[in-house]
């Protein structure tokens, strides 16, 4: 069973394996002096593993106090942040106690950014439910709350102390979160692994969760690694982002993420054969691997409603972006680009 080991400001193992859910307490209780553990999940991911993993920590000796809110991205607000900080305060949960995130992405950033700042900073496990959680939000570290100027614009750099990614909890995943997973997957294999993005084309990613788990982590670990607070390096994991960030504010949420990540890696796939960057045969493979997986690769918004969407992204420095372009599948590499040369690449990926 693979176990990979991140080395950052913190260290930590993600443990990839079918049923390690059970071992929840026992890994808590090796991590944490205190005996009070703090259980975050949404509502939907609660009444499927809550049980399971409180019963894991108080068989471990833990005392355990259930945070539950309502899932989905509008959770991640500075109100009910500042709820789960009163919860936490109420319940006296000391320096030397744990939080327990269980949950996709939402829980993972909001439960994280609490652990960073409750009491200066508290321990946290990330127990990954969703597939993009595994093999994204969960490894790394970053943690934030959205404000409604924008997405993620409040949060920290905080590492967990341990991820247990359970394959079986993703049996109850709804079919288009899974596909939306799916989406990052591929994400990896055209940044880094001709062999995931071949396994992915031969058997479906479902048969073989354990292998497309460690090998995305194993990719997010060198980047982590590399470039812990994303000046660098870390940006190749936004491929498919910068413009699928204005595909997925153009469609004003209707898309999902990944359904726009998925175009907006198709759109960049277009631009770098049309410049150059790769060949069309490397465009088609990439189009035709989303495609096989049920994603969309087009989108219906002009190029002009793109390019204002995407200036008002956060990413944009000074007048430049950088994109993550395409070479080869699993070799791309960052292009900084003038702003004013954006509405060249959109016209080029449409
Ligand atoms: N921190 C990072 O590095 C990072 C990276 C990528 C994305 N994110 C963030 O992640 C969030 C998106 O994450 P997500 O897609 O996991 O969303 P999510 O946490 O909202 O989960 C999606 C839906 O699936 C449900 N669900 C989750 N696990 C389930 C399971 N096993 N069975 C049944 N239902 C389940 C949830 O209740 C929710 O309704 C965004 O807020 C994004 O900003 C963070
Ligand atoms: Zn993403």
Known sequence: MPTIHITASRSYDVEIAHGCLSTLGQRAAQLVKGRAAALVSDN??????????????EAAGFLVMTYVFPHGEQSKSGDNYLRLLNFLAENRLTRTDLLVALGGGVTGDLGGFAAATYLR?????????????????????????????????????Y?????????DLLATLPEPVFRDGCAE??????????ELFDRLRETPAR?????????????????VEDDEFDTGRRQLLNLGHTLGHAVEAGSHFQLSHGQSVAVGMAMIARAAAKFGFCTEETR????????KYGLPTETDQSPEELYQTALGDKKRKGGSLTLVVPQEIGKCLLHRISVEDLPKWIEAGM
């Open 284 to 291: 088609d493979e990439i189009v035709s691997l989303l495609t």
């Open 121 to 157: 900073g508290i321990r946290y496990i990330q127990i990954p439910t969703t597939l993009l959680a595994m093999v994204d939000s969960s490894v790394g570290g970053k943690t934030a709350i959205d404000l409604p100027a924008g997405k993620n614009l409040c949060g920290a750099f």
């Open 159 to 167: 590492q967990p102390s341990l991820v247990l990614c359970d394959p």
């Open 44 to 57: 939907a991911v609660a009444a499927h593993y809550g049980d399971q993993a409180r019963a894991s920590l």
């Open 207 to 223: 048969q073989q969760l354990e292998y497309v788990i460690a090998t995305c982590v194993d990719m997010k670990r060198d980047v």
């Open 185 to 194: 997957v591929i994400k990896y294999g055209v940044l880094g692994s001709r």
